[in-house]
């Protein structure tokens, strides 16, 4: 399968802006959802809208069917162990402010510490800052070195016995180093401390065995995965799961409600409260078939090819500072962050877009890694399996002309 | 000198009135067809500003609500406000330019007295992402409210 064939799966690749062929390098943001997405959402709308784990009747029964397959689903996909380690949030954002919550209330006292890395979208670092002025706790920071490598050997110096958890990504949103969470997972179990892993942008690219790597948490968001938005994902070993309070109250996630007191429902609806994103959880299941259809040798060596001709463009050109340096045997997935001497990121995404394509400029949500290399934010293209050679080409074109006019 | 005589000529009375200053520029983007081209106008007017301070790029001149850095300050000088701006993206400062070269050297009245419609005029507005449009308004918020502040100055 080509990518021009996997491309007919996804409407929005066919649209048109300002009159030109759109080319869509902004997939870190959002990747295109596929047909089968979105008839899924479709079907669940207009033929199996009921909420879900409460009426007898026989659409509540697709409905929750629908839904609880998907856990499934999920389950399978990221190599968990029980389908009650599987919890449905409305995104990556979601799932780490209920681990930053619960776990928080569960296991973090004043002086405590939590270590969350430089490069870490603010998605990442806000929630785990909440908890520890609640908690009277201190975070800590993993630095990241000039060339975008987590500095993973310092990470030892900075735990101690008062260390309760540690927050990295997969992948970061603005370097996309596949970082070595299996090592650091390593480190941390080794003093004790437990390991969210930040896979946002990690999943759709890289996917996850959270058994093999053994995280304690993993969060990810639907979107970013072919799937609808408002559609997150959090694992989270059931040890953990089991010993953490509720994160909100109300709905399927009670036992009994009696006004001297009220019991929790068992993992997962625990931790499920209100109702559920009915109409878009299901879509997780065409979605992750997509990324299994397109985690495919032929289609990964082409965008391999791509981001090879990318890299190359970019780096030869003298103007150009890439920011995520892959070194020896590290991994980089198609996404391209860097300022260009004397052209305003905005100023270019701005001419970019009126050439048809789009990119994201700015801080990226991760001010901290902008304020490492002393910038005020930076271009970034994203690819996905679905981009062609002739985007790139075409997007190397359009950069240069951007350039030249700015300059 | 050199200083004396860019003072006074940042200090003139405009030659044109408010309404005539947008229709020029009106005029000037109603002749160009790609949005490509309105881009190297504004860019053209972004290199052309007036020099702002650098020791002025002070947190407390920067419009909020931008994506790119934006300061405006202003100058009362017989009774006349006088704006100077920057940005450090050049579209973005070709935009506030258009709007300095239109609301520089008026009394707080004629600032006030105008509706602003002809940046929807140009076209501009709908053409930003909304990010953009949102910097945009915030400029203009800010120039009114400059106005505002110092009709009430000037009349008390």
């Known amino acids: 399968m080509t990518a021009k064939e996997v491309r007919t799966s996804f409407p929005e690749l066919s649209v048109s802006v300002y009159g030109k062929k759109l080319v869509y390098f902004d997939n870190a943001a959002t990747s295109q959802r596929p047909q089968s997405v979105i008839d899924k959402w479709v079907e669940l709308s207009s033929e199996k809208n009921s909420n879900i784990h409460r009426a007898v009747h026989k659409i509540a029964e697709s409905a929750t069917d629908e839904f609880e397959s998907t856990r499934d689903s999920v389950q399978k996909f990221i190599g968990a162990r029980h389908r009650e380690e599987i919890i449905f949030t409305s995104g990556t954002t979601a799932s780490i402010n209920l681990v930053a919550f619960s776990f928080g209330e569960a296991f973090v006292k004043e002086g405590d510490e939590v270590i969350v890395s430089e490069e870490e979208h603010h998605s990442n670092i806000v929630p785990w800052q909440m908890m520890c002025e609640r908690k009277g706790a201190v975070l800590k920071v993993l630095p990241v070195d000039d060339e975008g490598h987590l500095e993973v050997e310092k990470l030892e110096g900075l735990i101690n016995e008062r260390t309760r958890i540690l927050a990295v990504a997969q992948i970061s949103n603005v370097l996309g180093i596949i970082n070595p969470v299996k090592k650091i997972v390593g480190i941390c179990h080794s003093k004790g401390v437990p390991v969210l892993v930040d896979g946002a942008q990690g999943i759709v690219h890289e996917g996850m065995d959270v058994s093999d790597v053994d995280c304690d948490f993993y969060a990810f968001s639907g979107h970013k995965i072919y799937a609808a938005p408002g559609v997150g994902v959090l694992y989270g070993k059931k040890e953990w799961l089991d010993l953490m309070p509720p994160y909100m109250g109300g709905g399927e996630m009670i036992g009994h409600v009696r006004f001297s ?147 | ?85 920057d940005s450090d993206a050049i579209i973005t400062k070709g935009i506030i330019s258009m709007l300095v070269s239109v609301y ?23 053409n930003l992402s909304p990010t953009r449009a949102n910097g945009l308004v915030s400029m203009i918020g800010t120039i009114r409210a400059v106005a505002k502040e110092n009709d009430l100055l000037l009349n008390n």
């Open chain 2, 1 to 85: 000198m050199t200083e004396d005589v860019n003072k006074n000529d940042r200090y003139i009375v405009p030659e044109k009135s408010v309404k005539e200053a947008q229709d020029e520029l009106i005029d000037q983007f109603s002749m160009f067809d790609e949005w490509l081209d309105k881009y190297e106008y504004l860019i053209d007017l972004g290199k052309n500003l007036n020099a702002y301070p650098e020791t002025d790029k002070t947190d407390d001149k920067l419009i909020q609500g931008c994506q790119s850095r934006v300061w405006l300050d202003y100058k009362i000088e017989n009774g006349r406000i006088y704006f100077i701006a």
């Open chain 1, 261 to 407: 007191g009220t019991t929790y429902a068992p993992l997962p609806e625990k931790f499920e409260a209100g109702t559920q994103n009915l109409a878009g959880v299901p879509t997780l299941k065409p979605a992750i078939e997509m990324a299994n259809l397109l985690n495919n040798s032929e289609l990964k060596h082409y965008s391999e090819e791509i981001a090879q001709f990318l890299s190359g463009a970019l780096a030869s050109n003298p103007l150009v500072h890439l920011y995520g340096l892959p070194r020896g045997e590290e991994k980089k997935i198609p996404l391209f962050s860097f300022i260009v001497e004397g052209a305003h990121h905005e100023d270019l995404a701005l001419i970019l877009d009126k050439m048809g394509v789009a990119v994201r400029s700015g801080q990226m949500c991760a001010e901290p890694i902008m304020d490492r290399y002393k910038v005020t934010g930076m271009l970034r293209a994203s690819l996905a399996p679905y981009n062609t050679m002739e985007e790139a080409v075409y997007f190397v074109e359009c950069l240069n002309k951007a350039i030249k006019m700015l300059r």
């Open chain 2, 104 to 126: 520089s050297g008026r009394t707080p009245k004629e600032i006030e007295g105008d509706d602003f419609s002809f940046i929807d005029k140009i076209g501009l507005k709908e």
